[in-house]
C-alpha cells in the first residue's frame, strides 16, 4: 500500500523560431543545476547537445554527464514517457518541447485526459520563450500568438539586443495577447528554472482568483482575433447551470477556446469552485474555504480567438441565481 | 465537472487503494456508526475544516498500519474498512485541534 | 453474511461508541449541527445511486411513447421525471441513450471517472476506470462481455460508446421474459448498473444482483 503517489511536474514549452528554445534546452541538459530532469524533444538536433557531455545513448534515450536526459518522442509521447519510467526512478521534472505544433493544446488534453500520461505526470505550466526582438514580425502568423496565447510564462529573451522602448513594445504585444501570462525577461535564455518549473499553474487549488491589474484595458499595438479578457461578477453561480454553460461555450468555440480559469461561488457552498480548461476539457474541483464575511467574488479568464466577450459575459450571468 | 463536494470526494477514491466499500452502485454500510463516519469526514472537508486530501493520507496511513501487522487481505473477517476511516478521522480531528484525546476518553467514558 | 459474526462484537461496540462520541463533541462545539450528518448520508442514500437510471428503464419498458422520446432526446425526457433538480441531465451535460435489442448490444464506456452518469447510474464500479478494460472493450468487445458471463450470439451486432465529458451514455437494456406484468416500480427494482452500462442481462430475480457480504471496493 502506498501514499498517493507522487507525480512528476511537466512543462510544456514552446516558442517560435529563434526565441532561444536551443540555448534553454541546451542550458538544462549541461549546467549543474542538481536537478534530475528529461528532456523530450522531437529530434535531438534542436538541442545541440556537445557529444563530450554525453554520459551514455542510446537511439532514442540520451544521458548527460549532469544527471538530465534528453528523449526524442517518435510521435509518441505516451511511449516515450512508458520508456522514461521504465529507466529512471527519480525524476524532478520532465520538459516537452513542441517544435512543429503550433497549437500545443492537444498535449495538454493529454494529460487532461489520457490515464497513462497523467498516471505519471502532471502538467506544471505551459512556457514559451518569446524574441524580444522579433516577435513583432512574427504576429502574422496563429503559431506565434497561439503560443503566448497558451502560455502560464512567457519569458522575453533576447533583451540584450533591443533598445528598452523595442522591450516594452514587445511585452506590451505579449499583454495584449495574454492577460493573465507571467512575464520574465532574460537574456541568452539565462532565465532561472526555479521560475519555469514547479510552479503549479495547473493545480487547480492554485487559482486563487484575478489579479486586478490584469483587467486593466491594454492599448492595441496591433491587430489581432486573439483575445484575453477576465469577468468578476459578485453572486451566487448555480452549478447545473454553470456546468452546461461551459459545456456548451466549449462546444461552439472548440478549438478556438484556448484556455479558461475561474474561482466561483457556487451553489454557495463553503468552498470556492475553482476550474481551468484548454479547449473542450475542463477540470474543476473545490477549492480554498471563503471567509466568513468575505464578499463572494466570482471572477472568471478566458483566452481565445474570435470570442464574443458580450456573449460569453451574458452567458454567465444566466447561470447566476439571484 | 464535478461541483459538488460530495461528488467529488468519493470520486476521488474509486479506484485507488482507499476506496470505500460499494455494492450496487452505492456506498455499503454495515452498520449506522460506518455511515456516520463518513459523513462527519466528508462534512467536515466539504465545510473547510479540513483537506480532503489530508484525510485520505490519514486514511492511506491507516490502512497501511493495518496491512502491515495482517498483511493486505480484505477478505479476512477481521478487516474493518471504516474502523480504518474513524481511525483517521480521530486523528485529523486532533491535528487540527477541532477535539482533544482527553475530550473523547471523557465522552466514551460517560456511555454505558 | 456468516463471516461477519466472527467478528468481534466488542470491536463493533467501541467502534459505534467512538462514532456517536465524536459527533457529540463536534455538535457540543458547534463545529457541525445535528443534522449535518444526516444531510450528508442522506444524499448517499438518496442521490448518488442507479435509482434514477433504472426508473428511466422501467418507464421505456412500460411506455412504449416515452421510449421514443427518451432515445430521441435523453435530456427532455429526463426532465419530464420527477428527479430532484441536481440530478436532471447530469450535472448538465448531455445525456444519450443506446437501445439493446435482439440484434444490437451497446457497450459503454468512458475515458475518465468524472465522464460516468452518476446521477443516474451511482458509483462506477472499480473496473469500469480501468484503461485494460477500456481499451479491451473498445477492441474485443465481445470476447470482454464473454468475460462478463454475456454470451451474445455472432448475428448480434456489438455497438461500443465512448462516454465523454460532453456526452454520457447510458443503455437501455432488453426488458427480461416474464416481466411483462410487473409494475413499474418492481420493474426498476430489477435494473442493475451493470444493466445500463451494458455489461450484464437484467434479471427477473433481484438476489442475482451480486451482493456480495465481503465486497470491499477497489
Same mark, same amino acid.
Given at each position: 500500500?502506498?501514499?498517493?503517489?507522487?507525480?512528476?511536474?511537466?512543462?510544456?514549452?514552446?516558442?517560435?523560431?529563434?526565441?532561444?528554445?536551443?540555448?534553454?534546452?541546451?542550458?538544462?541538459?549541461?549546467? +549543474?543545476?542538481?536537478?534530475?530532469?528529461?528532456?523530450?524533444?522531437?529530434?535531438?538536433?534542436?538541442?545541440?547537445?556537445?557529444?563530450?557531455?554525453?554520459?551514455?545513448?542510446?537511439?532514442?534515450?540520451?544521458?548527460?554527464?549532469?544527471?538530465?536526459?534528453?528523449?526524442?518522442?517518435?510521435?509518441?509521447?505516451?511511449?516515450?514517457?512508458?520508456?522514461?519510467?521504465?529507466?529512471?526512478?527519480?525524476?524532478?521534472?520532465?520538459?516537452?518541447?513542441?517544435?512543429?505544433?503550433?497549437?500545443?493544446?492537444?498535449?495538454?488534453?493529454?494529460?487532461?485526459?489520457?490515464?497513462?500520461?497523467?498516471?505519471?505526470?502532471?502538467?506544471?505550466?505551459?512556457?514559451?520563450?518569446?524574441?524580444?526582438?522579433?516577435?513583432?514580425?512574427?504576429?502574422?502568423?496563429?503559431?506565434?500568438?497561439?503560443?503566448?496565447?497558451?502560455?502560464?510564462?512567457?519569458?522575453?529573451?533576447?533583451?540584450?539586443?533591443?533598445?528598452?522602448?523595442?522591450?516594452?513594445?514587445?511585452?506590451?504585444?505579449?499583454?495584449?495577447?495574454?492577460?493573465?501570462?507571467?512575464?520574465?525577461?532574460?537574456?541568452?535564455?539565462?532565465?532561472?528554472?526555479?521560475?519555469?518549473?514547479?510552479?503549479?499553474?495547473?493545480?487547480?487549488? +492554485?487559482?486563487?482568483?484575478?489579479?486586478?491589474?490584469?483587467?486593466?484595458?491594454?492599448?492595441?499595438?496591433?491587430?489581432?482575433?486573439?483575445?484575453?479578457?477576465?469577468?468578476?461578477?459578485?453572486?451566487?453561480?448555480?452549478?447545473?447551470?454553470? +456546468?452546461?454553460?461551459?459545456?456548451?461555450?466549449?462546444?461552439?468555440?472548440?478549438?478556438?477556446?484556448?484556455?479558461?480559469?475561474?474561482?466561483?461561488?457556487?451553489?454557495?457552498?463553503?468552498?470556492?469552485?475553482?476550474?481551468?480548461?484548454?479547449?473542450?476539457?475542463?477540470?474543476?474541483?473545490?477549492?480554498?474555504?471563503?471567509?466568513?464575511?468575505?464578499?463572494?467574488?466570482?471572477?472568471?479568464?478566458?483566452?481565445?480567438?474570435?470570442?464574443?466577450?458580450?456573449?460569453?459575459?451574458?452567458?454567465?450571468?444566466?447561470?447566476?441565481?439571484? | 465537472?464535478?461541483?459538488?463536494?460530495?461528488?467529488?470526494?468519493?470520486?476521488?477514491?474509486?479506484?485507488?487503494?482507499?476506496?470505500?466499500?460499494?455494492?450496487?452502485?452505492?456506498?455499503?454500510?454495515?452498520?449506522?456508526?460506518?455511515?456516520?463516519?463518513?459523513?462527519?469526514?466528508?462534512?467536515?472537508?466539504?465545510?473547510?475544516?479540513?483537506?480532503?486530501?489530508?484525510?485520505?493520507?490519514?486514511?492511506?496511513?491507516?490502512?497501511?498500519?493495518?496491512?502491515?501487522?495482517?498483511?493486505?487481505?480484505?477478505?479476512?473477517?477481521?478487516?474493518?474498512?471504516?474502523?480504518?476511516?474513524?481511525?483517521?478521522?480521530?486523528?485529523?480531528?486532533?491535528?487540527?485541534?477541532?477535539?482533544?484525546?482527553?475530550?473523547?476518553?471523557?465522552?466514551?467514558?460517560?456511555?454505558? | 453474511?456468516?463471516?461477519?459474526?466472527?467478528?468481534?462484537?466488542?470491536?463493533?461496540?467501541?467502534?459505534?461508541?467512538?462514532?456517536?462520541?465524536?459527533?457529540?463533541?463536534?455538535?457540543?462545539?458547534?463545529?457541525?449541527?445535528?443534522?449535518?450528518?444526516?444531510?450528508?448520508?442522506?444524499?448517499?442514500?438518496?442521490?448518488?445511486?442507479?435509482?434514477?437510471?433504472?426508473?428511466?428503464?422501467?418507464?421505456?419498458?412500460?411506455?412504449?411513447?416515452?421510449?421514443?422520446?427518451?432515445?430521441?432526446?435523453?435530456?427532455?425526457?429526463?426532465?419530464?421525471?420527477?428527479?430532484?433538480?441536481?440530478?436532471?441531465?447530469?450535472?448538465?451535460?448531455?445525456?444519450?441513450?443506446?437501445?439493446?435489442?435482439?440484434?444490437?448490444?451497446?457497450?459503454?464506456?468512458?475515458?475518465?471517472?468524472?465522464?460516468?452518469?452518476?446521477?443516474?447510474?451511482?458509483?462506477?464500479?472499480?473496473?469500469?476506470?480501468?484503461?485494460?478494460?477500456?481499451?479491451?472493450?473498445?477492441?474485443?468487445?465481445?470476447?470482454?462481455?464473454?468475460?462478463?458471463?454475456?454470451?451474445?450470439?455472432?448475428?448480434?451486432?456489438?455497438?461500443?460508446?465512448?462516454?465523454?465529458?460532453?456526452?454520457?451514455?447510458?443503455?437501455?437494456?432488453?426488458?427480461?421474459?416474464?416481466?411483462?406484468?410487473?409494475?413499474?416500480?418492481?420493474?426498476?427494482?430489477?435494473?442493475?448498473?451493470?444493466?445500463?452500462?451494458?455489461?450484464?442481462?437484467?434479471?427477473?430475480?433481484?438476489?442475482?444482483?451480486?451482493?456480495?457480504?465481503?465486497?470491499?471496493?477497489?
Amino acid at each position: 500500500m502506498t501514499a498517493l503517489h507522487e507525480k512528476v511536474p511537466a512543462t510544456v514549452l514552446t516558442g517560435y523560431l529563434g526565441s532561444g528554445k536551443t540555448t534553454l534546452l541546451n542550458k538544462i541538459l549541461t549546467e +549543474n543545476h542538481g536537478k534530475r530532469i528529461a528532456v523530450i524533444v522531437n529530434e535531438f538536433g534542436e538541442v545541440g547537445i556537445d557529444h563530450q557531455l554525453i554520459s551514455s545513448s542510446d537511439e532514442e534515450i540520451i544521458e548527460m554527464n549532469n544527471g538530465c536526459i534528453c528523449c526524442k518522442v517518435r510521435g509518441d509521447l505516451i511511449r516515450i514517457v512508458d520508456d522514461i519510467f521504465a529507466k529512471q526512478t527519480s525524476l524532478d521534472h520532465v520538459l516537452i518541447e513542441t517544435t512543429g505544433l503550433a497549437d500545443p493544446g492537444p498535449i495538454i488534453q493529454s494529460f487532461l485526459i489520457d490515464d497513462r500520461v497523467c498516471e505519471r505526470l502532471e502538467l506544471d505550466s505551459i512556457v514559451t520563450l518569446v524574441d524580444a526582438k522579433h516577435l513583432k514580425f512574427h504576429l502574422d502568423s496563429p503559431e506565434a500568438e497561439e503560443q503566448i496565447a497558451f502560455a502560464d510564462v512567457v519569458v522575453i529573451n533576447k533583451t540584450d539586443i533591443v533598445e528598452s522602448d523595442e522591450l516594452e513594445a514587445t511585452e506590451r504585444i505579449v499583454r495584449r495577447i495574454n492577460k493573465f501570462a507571467r512575464i520574465y525577461r532574460a537574456q541568452r535564455a539565462d532565465i532561472n528554472i526555479d521560475k519555469i518549473m514547479r510552479i503549479r499553474s495547473f493545480d487547480i487549488k +492554485n487559482i486563487l482568483g484575478v489579479d486586478p491589474g490584469i483587467l486593466e484595458a491594454t492599448e492595441h499595438e496591433h491587430d489581432t482575433s486573439v483575445v484575453s479578457f477576465a469577468i468578476s461578477k459578485c453572486g451566487v453561480v448555480d452549478g447545473t447551470r454553470f +456546468n452546461r454553460w461551459i459545456f456548451d461555450l466549449g462546444q461552439q468555440y472548440g478549438q478556438n477556446l484556448f484556455r479558461i480559469k475561474g474561482v466561483l461561488n457556487i451553489d454557495n457552498a463553503p468552498r470556492r469552485f475553482v476550474f481551468h480548461g484548454v479547449h473542450m476539457t475542463f477540470d474543476g474541483g473545490p477549492g480554498k474555504k471563503w471567509g466568513k464575511d468575505e464578499i463572494r467574488t466570482n471572477d472568471l479568464v478566458v483566452i481565445g480567438r474570435d470570442l464574443d466577450k458580450g456573449q460569453i459575459q451574458s452567458g454567465l450571468d444566466s447561470c447566476f441565481s439571484e | 465537472m464535478q461541483t459538488k463536494f460530495e461528488h467529488y470526494a468519493t470520486t476521488s477514491m474509486l479506484g485507488a487503494p482507499d476506496s470505500p466499500p460499494r455494492c450496487n452502485a452505492k456506498l455499503l454500510f454495515h452498520h449506522e456508526w460506518e455511515a456516520r463516519a463518513f459523513g462527519m469526514a466528508l462534512a467536515l472537508s466539504r465545510d473547510g475544516f479540513f483537506e480532503w486530501e489530508d484525510f485520505r493520507q490519514a486514511l492511506i496511513a491507516s490502512i497501511a498500519e493495518w496491512e502491515k501487522e495482517h498483511g493486505v487481505d480484505r477478505v479476512n473477517p477481521e478487516w474493518d474498512y471504516y474502523e480504518r476511516w474513524l481511525l483517521a478521522l480521530e486523528r485529523v480531528l486532533k491535528a487540527e485541534a477541532l477535539i482533544t484525546t482527553e475530550e473523547i476518553q471523557a465522552a466514551l467514558a460517560k456511555e454505558p | 453474511m456468516t463471516d461477519r459474526f466472527l467478528y468481534d462484537p466488542k470491536r463493533e461496540a467501541l467502534s459505534a461508541a467512538k462514532a456517536k462520541a465524536l459527533e457529540a463533541l463536534l455538535i457540543k462545539k458547534g463545529v457541525i449541527t445535528s443534522e449535518t450528518v444526516t444531510k450528508v448520508i442522506d444524499f448517499f442514500k438518496t442521490k448518488m445511486g442507479p435509482f434514477n437510471g433504472a426508473k428511466l428503464v422501467a418507464r421505456a419498458w412500460k411506455d412504449p411513447a416515452f421510449k421514443k422520446r427518451l432515445l430521441k432526446n435523453a435530456n427532455s425526457a429526463i426532465a419530464e421525471m420527477d428527479f430532484p433538480p441536481v440530478m436532471s441531465g447530469a450535472e448538465g451535460e448531455h445525456v444519450r441513450v443506446a437501445e439493446n435489442t435482439s440484434s444490437v448490444h451497446n457497450l459503454i464506456i468512458c475515458t475518465l471517472c468524472s465522464c460516468y452518469p452518476w446521477t443516474l447510474l451511482g458509483l462506477p464500479p472499480y473496473w469500469f476506470k480501468d484503461p485494460v478494460f477500456r481499451a479491451r472493450a473498445a477492441r474485443e468487445p465481445r470476447k470482454v462481455l464473454k468475460e462478463f458471463g454475456f454470451d451474445l450470439d455472432d448475428s448480434v451486432e456489438i455497438r461500443v460508446w465512448d462516454s465523454s465529458a460532453q456526452i454520457r451514455w447510458f443503455v437501455l437494456p432488453e426488458q427480461p421474459k416474464g416481466s411483462e406484468g410487473m409494475s413499474e416500480a418492481d420493474l426498476a427494482e430489477i435494473v442493475t448498473p451493470e444493466a445500463m452500462m451494458g455489461v450484464a442481462r437484467v434479471e427477473l430475480s433481484p438476489a442475482s444482483r451480486g451482493y456480495d457480504p465481503k465486497a470491499q471496493g477497489f
